[in-house]
């Protein structure tokens, strides 16, 4: 008898092991129902990274727009921090890769180097712009706009566009989910949030990003999932674990523990205060004793979703492909690897490809 | 001796044209022609320079601009001959008084401008200085681009695909970006307005030193399309450039004739699916095509729109409907969609078969 309570015991709190974050607040939040942590669409998640990026400056509001159009379900800002504590929409510490700030003479001598490794990242600045050297409206006021980070993508548009503040690109997700509501889906178009550079900026800088962020959602009334489900999805993504912890303490939202090929994970740990995980694409196709293939289920897919998690693996990008030779068997490998979201540079090309191995889904099923 | 009989045009100018080969009448890829209908136009306005390039850089094989022409000759790049539905004119106060109505219907085309802006009335430089700004025909495809972009005249057109396949040349291509040029409302312009927008367009392509196909097949392949054949005509009297007659589903047309000065035909989609009693089928080949095909004419049918589709509920499937009938080259406002499933669908098929007989359809590839 002892026997069969223990195994139910086991059985039954199988769960409550792997979310057994050692702080009540993050496991109660951890273990928070949220209704648009998976897609009801019955297709995986198109995330646009940096914005539909393949076709327009990274981070640019044409970017996020087009994205929008192109029926993403998030658009995905990183976050810098200015030196008056504005977040700045941008991938990099620094803003030469970015942005024309290298044309802009009476910024010439606030050049700078950064250097900061840490086990979980690296940023790297030589001779460049540090954002948390400058204040918003310096830059804003100078004529800093945004390009494409990539020579071989379309130029047409650099120059034309002035970077966001996070504050710009949230007003934006709700005027456009508002004007232009898509069709026939449950959820707004939401946005996928990366905190970037937190500990850096903690030790190096003394501002805390993290809470900033926190601060600016409290703001626009979006920082508990009940609110976002209703007004708009929100999901932290970060590499830092500490900004992961620092959200699950504060908040229900729905965390992303973003996974570099060059580091051990704990996953049981990752599942304890995050809902998902990010991870580089590779970790799809390398697990031990997986034999290299392109068409059976992840083992790392399965650990996660056993370990209840999601997985949006990075980055899709129709011009630089890796496992194949077009875009759409790139979206079906990784389709084929079980994954729940894509962060994807061209969102419209990724959507295209899962409605159609959606609808073939459908199709067989009819047959049978 | 087939082909003579096809070909014989009693104007021995339009014959030798007509006979003239072009090296860019097939893609060399093996794949149809990828044609931005009005540039990137499913994600940009209309006819907008964005449009344009987005287009290129998505690896269109030609942008197509529609022709108008303002009060003192100058030829814009725009579809309608009036501006209500493409840019901002409404919100111009200062062109208020200046609405007007215009309508034109014959066996080959037809428009209606009702208290509207009609292109020409309105010189080059007043629409220039006003703000004028190209905007989405559809609104759900959303605003945000909409005050951004001035019209381009045709020159400006032919300056910038010059200029962007000088500065960011497409890899592995064997000719240049294009300009599918259409000519629109010919008669209505000659006959209501005493102006010969063809004879302006082909004085342009002289500036440019691109009227004829051995200039173009080096410097930016043309096409010229229209619904009126004797735009077409004019044209094979005066180049040997490819001309594809567009077709629309309320005429008959007869192919031999057509095919007599026109290189290529442009239908409507829904003539692939009905020409000739055929039986209402999604998955073989056209007989409309076999026929054009027989008579020496490559197919350009119109319009495919990702957000809008007709045979399928997804893009994929929709392309490989359309590819099935044995089309050409497709006009398309998602030029990067349409590019990438053709892609997609021609490595399969040497996947599979090696064969081009063979579709993506089960039961069709052996």
Not at chain 1, 40 to 66: K, Q
Not at chain 1, 215 to 223: F, G, I, R, S
Not at chain 2, 11 to 26: A, D, G, H, L, S
Request: aromatic share 12%; net charge negative.
């Amino acid at each position: 008898m002892k026997l069969v309570i223990l195994i139910a015991i086991l059985l039954i709190s199988k769960h409550s092991w792997a979310y057994d974050n050692p702080d009540p607040v993050i496991r109660e939040n951890r273990n928070a129902e949220i209704p648009y942590l998976e897609n009801p669409e019955g297709r995986p998640y198109v995330v646009s990274h940096r914005g539909a990026c393949g076709t327009l400056p990274d981070h640019s509001t044409a970017a996020y727009a087009t994205a929008y159009f192109d029926g993403t379900d998030f658009d995905e800002p990183d976050l810098q921090v200015t030196k008056d504590g504005v977040l700045f929409v941008m991938h990099n510490l620094c803003m030469k890769e970015t942005t024309n700030i290298a044309d802009l003479p009476q910024f010439d001598d606030r050049r700078s180097d950064v250097l900061h490794i840490t086990n979980e990242t690296t940023f790297k600045c030589t001779d460049d712009y540090i954002v948390n050297d400058f204040t918003w409206q310096e830059l804003i006021d100078a004529g800093l706009k945004v390009r494409n980070r990539y020579k071989s993508r379309n130029h047409f548009y650099d120059d034309l566009y002035p970077p966001m503040r996070l504050e710009n690109a949230i007003e934006l997700m709700l005027e456009l989910n508002e004007k232009s509501p898509k069709q026939g889906r449950k959820f707004k178009t939401g946005l996928y949030i990366e905190t970037k550079a937190v500990r850096f900026y903690k030790e190096k800088r003394n501002v805390d990003i993290a809470k900033i962020l926190y601060d600016t959602l409290e703001k626009y009334d979006l920082h508990t999932v009940e609110k976002a489900t209703e007004k708009l999805p929100i999901f932290i993504e970060s590499f830092e674990q500490d900004s992961l912890l620092y959200f699950k303490s504060k908040t229900d939202l729905p965390t992303v523990q973003l996974m570099t090929s060059s580091i051990e994970y704990d996953l049981d740990w990752i599942s304890s205060y995050s809902n998902g995980v990010g991870p580089k694409h590779t970790y799809m196709f390398n697990q031990e004793g997986e034999d290299f293939n392109l068409d059976k289920p992840s083992k790392f897919v399965e650990r996660c979703h056993e370990l209840d998690m999601k997985v949006h693996p990075y980055v899709l990008q129709d011009d630089i492909l890796v496992y194949s030779e077009d875009p759409i068997d790139e979206v079906k490998i990784w389709e084929a690897k079980g994954v729940d979201g894509y962060f994807t540079e061209f969102p419209q090309s990724t959507l295209n490809t899962l409605l159609y191995t959606k609808s073939q889904r459908e199709l067989t099923l009819i047959k049978e | 001796m087939h082909q003579a009989l096809t070909y014989d045009h009693p104007n021995p100018v339009i014959m030798k044209n007509r006979n003239t080969e072009v090296p860019y009448m097939k893609n060399p890829e093996g794949i149809p022609y990828v044609i931005a209908h009005r540039g990137a136009s499913g994600q940009l306005p209309d006819h907008s320079a964005a449009s344009y390039a987005t287009a290129y850089y998505d690896g269109a094989h030609f942008n197509e601009p529609d022709l108008q022409v303002t009060k003192d000759g100058v030829l814009v790049v725009m579809h309608d001959e009036c501006m209500k539905s493409s840019t901002n004119i409404e919100d111009l106060t200062q062109f208020a008084d200046r609405r007007t109505n215009a309508t034109v219907s014959t066996n080959e085309t037809y428009f209606e401008c009702i208290n509207d802006f009609l292109v020409n009335d309105f010189t080059w430089q007043e629409l220039v200085e006003s703000g004028l700004k190209l905007r989405s025909r559809y609104k759900e495809r959303g605003e945000f681009y909409n005050s951004l972009f001035a019209p381009m005249r045709l020159e400006d057109a032919i300056d910038f695909m010059l200029d962007l396949n000088d500065r960011s040349p497409r890899e592995n291509r064997k000719f240049k970006t294009g300009l599918y040029i259409e000519t629109k409302s010919v008669g209505f312009y000659k006959q209501e307005r005493n102006v010969d927008i063809a004879k302006l367009l082909y004085e342009v392509l002289e500036k440019y030193d691109l009227e004829t196909v051995e200039k173009a097949a080096k410097k930016l392949p043309i096409f010229i399309q229209s619904f009126e054949q004797d735009s077409l005509l004019y044209f094979k009297t005066k180049t040997n450039l490819p001309t594809v007659q567009l077709m629309w589903d309320e005429q008959e047309y007869d192919l031999e004739w057509v095919t007599s000065y026109a290189n290529g035909a442009g239908p409507k989609h829904t003539m692939l699916f009905n020409y000739d009693d055929e039986e209402y089928n999604l998955y073989k080949p056209s007989r409309l095509i076999e026929k054009c095909h027989e008579l020496g004419m490559q197919v350009h049918p119109y319009t495919l729109q990702d957000d809008k589709l007709v045979y399928a509920s997804n893009e994929i499937d929709e392309m490989i409907i359309w590819e099935a009938k044995g089309i050409d080259g497709v006009f398309t406002e998602f030029p990067r969609s349409t590019l990438s499933i053709l892609k997609h669908s021609h490595s399969n098929r040497i996947l599979l078969s090696g064969t081009d007989q063979c579709t993506l359809v089960e039961d069709s590839c052996t």
